[in-house]
Nanobody, 115 residues
Framework: QVQLVESGGGLVQAGGSLRLSCAASVRTFSDYTMAWFRQAPGKEREFVAAITGRGRNTNYVDSVKGRFTISRDNTKNMVYLQMNSLKPGDTAVYYC????????WGQGTQVTVSS
């Protein structure tokens, strides 16, 4: 199975920024649309952002549009999520995975935004 390792989370104040990284252990990485998801305690996991295999197209949940940017580097099998103007409502564990056909989930990375 594909191994996915998320990193870059942390504790930031509202209005701050973080850049999340996701490393995928596959050689055909560029064949897949990749996405970020997040899950807050007591809530369902939700879609955040996606980027197609060649990085031509992106999509975001409305709540992060204009604040988050998803990108990828297929030479490194990496996908990133630049998060700016963070809000307390962004607090969650963030996961990456292929989309829409998700595989096994990684450990995620915790993002905590204080007010």
């Amino acid at each position: 199975q594909v191994q996915l390792v998320e990193s870059g989370g942390g504790l930031v104040q509202a209005g701050g920024s973080l850049r999340l990284s996701c490393a995928a252990s596959v050689r055909t990485f560029s064949d897949y649309t990749m996405a970020w998801f997040r899950q807050a305690p007591g809530k369902e996991r939700e879609f955040v952002a996606a980027i197609t295999g060649r990085g031509r197209n992106t999509n975001y949940v409305d709540s992060v549009k204009g604040r988050f940017t998803i990108s990828r580097d297929n030479t490194k099998n990496m996908v990133y999520l630049q998060m700016n103007s963070l809000k307390p409502g962004d607090t969650a564990v963030y996961y990456c995975n292929r989309s829409p056909r998700t595989g096994y989930w990684g450990q995620g990375t915790q993002v905590t935004v204080s007010s």
